[in-house]
């Protein structure tokens, strides 16, 4: 098991960038494939990135291809996602998410075991 923090969120306007960051407890941290998941009111919760664990491959949503990039520090503990060209359909809950089976092609919130609190991001137009 991992214990996840996110931070970075925000409120931000169209255009604009942030970087979230999940920090995870625990020396088994590089075993484990971790994704972005986020959640806008009244809706599901969807995949938007995944790394595996050694950092090599990456896998997005379509819908953030181009836009967002997932990266990893793993002597830090920790997971990027960098967001660029943010517009207001981004705002949500974003949740970082740990598979210790490093399925980073997964995109069902199933697949992942260990979640963190959430952050808000809130783009504004």
């Known amino acids: 098991q991992v214990q996840l923090v996110e931070s970075g969120g925000g409120l931000v306007q169209a255009g604009g960038s942030l970087r979230l960051s999940c920090a995870a407890s625990g020396r088994t941290f590089s075993t484990y494939a971790i994704a972005w998941f986020r959640q806008a009111p009244g809706k599901e919760r969807e995949f938007v990135a995944a790394i595996k664990r050694s950092g090599t491959d990456t896998n997005y949503a379509d819908s953030v291809k181009g836009r967002f990039t997932i990266s990893r520090d793993n002597a830090k503990n920790t997971v990027y996602l960098q967001m660029n060209s943010l517009n207001p359909e981004d705002t949500a809950v974003y949740y970082c998410?740990?598979?210790?089976?490093?399925?980073?092609?997964?995109?069902?919130?199933?697949?992942?075991?260990?979640w963190g609190q959430g952050t808000q991001v809130t783009v504004s137009s």
């Open positions: 998410a740990a598979d210790s089976k490093n399925y980073y092609w997964n995109k069902s919130p199933a697949n992942y075991n260990d």
